[in-house]
């Protein structure tokens, strides 16, 4: 039966059983289990919740993610992406600024909609922009969307309802 102790309960000296388990052990290793530092056993040792060194600074880690983009990108050339509208139009939102949202205004938006009795599908076409705009405001991901401020302006002139600071 397991002990679940924090350091041994016979004075602190060295003990040959996992504090995990119990199981007798010649080498035990110490690892954070649910915020106890505890000496386990080898089977107990995958439970440690301490995070993992990483080999030089997150070398695996900075590959792992470049590998991640190259295959990213294969994908994309495979599938006939053309990028080139980005290089010549860019992305600059300059014309059409998103404003200061209100704190929560996603649920408010989700709430006049329904209040409304819209669909994000029906309320996009309504407004005459992509599905996917309208979804984004809803899930508060505005900023990140590139949504542009004269949607959140018609969604507050449709809805009657303040998004915008």
Request: glycine share 12%; net charge negative.
């Amino acid at each position: 039966m397991a002990k679940y102790s924090t350091g041994g309960s016979s004075g602190g000296g060295e003990s040959d059983s996992c504090e995990l388990c119990g199981a007798s052990s010649g080498s035990l290793q110490t690892a954070s289990i649910a915020g106890a530092t505890l000496q386990v056993c080898s089977a107990c040792a995958p439970h440690d919740d301490a995070p993992k060194k990483r080999d030089e600074g997150g070398s695996d880690d900075r590959e792992r993610k470049q590998r991640a983009a190259r295959k990213i990108a294969e994908m994309r050339d495979a599938q006939g992406g053309d990028s080139s509208h980005w290089e010549q139009e860019g992305t600059s939102y300059d014309d059409d600024p998103l404003p200061y949202l209100v704190s929560g205004y996603d649920d408010r938006l989700e709430a006049a909609r329904q209040d409304a009795g819209l669909q994000i599908n029906e309320l996009a076409e309504t407004l005459g922009v992509p599905e996917e705009q309208v979804m984004a405001v809803e899930q508060g991901r505005a900023a990140r969307a590139g949504v542009g401020g004269s949607l959140i302006a018609d969604l507050e002139s449709e809805l009657d309802v303040e998004l915008a600071e």
